[in-house]
């Protein structure tokens, strides 16, 4: 039988912080929930709303579709369109043509760029919610609203910004702890 160099109690007396609780259900648990803050407890729900599910899939589906239309049938023509006058050289490359092409992409890009953000943060984070009981459902808040580009960035996207706050402030307290440390030391 092999004998450790440390003794049991090296982890209860070195790294008192590690939770004894921690199983791989539990890891499984948080790779798959729609968060990035790992908890104890979450807040849970008692059972699955099915009928939510088919329909909040149906939802994602059609947004797919839809974004898969809009590359199809605006983004994609007007690409090649560019691209074929670009290589031709019939048509002398101006500002105008330029300005032109940007325009038309413009608004089909940011059509697909808010059904990118509705499917992703709305419809596929709840669904992974509802499968999984998860009970938190807050993924963003009124971000169209926000009056400065700080608040737009707390808001667009609340599961990396509570764990920037979290990752921060430990962060924080590891380097002045550090100090302290050092201090102690001197």
């Known amino acids: 039988m092999l004998q450790s160099r440390f003794p049991l109690n090296f982890l209860n007396k070195f790294i008192p912080f590690i939770s004894r609780n921690i199983t791989l259900t539990d890891i499984y648990y ?3 929930a729609p968060t990035l803050t790992y908890q104890i407890a979450y807040p849970r729900l008692v059972r699955r709303n099915w009928l939510r599910i ?14 898969l239309f809009l590359v199809a049938q605006v983004v994609s023509p007007n690409l090649k369109s560019l691209t074929q006058d670009l290589e031709s ?6 500002v105008e043509i330029f300005v032109g092409y940007l325009l038309k992409l413009a608004i089909a890009c940011t059509y697909i760029w808010l059904l990118v953000f509705y499917a992703y943060f709305h419809l596929f984070f709840n669904i992974l ?16 609203n926000s009056s400065n580009v700080s608040s737009y960035w707390r808001l667009w996207n609340l599961p990396v910004h509570y764990w ?15 100090f302290s ?6």
């Open 30 to 32: 948080f790779w798959f």
């Open 54 to 67: 088919f329909t909040l899939v149906a939802r994602l589906f059609l947004t797919n579709v839809l974004i």
């Open 89 to 94: 050289g019939k048509h002398v490359f101006s």
């Open 129 to 144: 919610a509802e499968l999984l009981k998860f009970g938190d459902r807050v993924f963003y808040k009124d971000w169209w």
């Open 164 to 178: 920037l706050g979290k990752f921060d402030k430990e962060t924080n307290i590891c380097f002045f702890l550090s």
């Open 181 to 186: 440390r050092k201090s102690d030391i001197l």
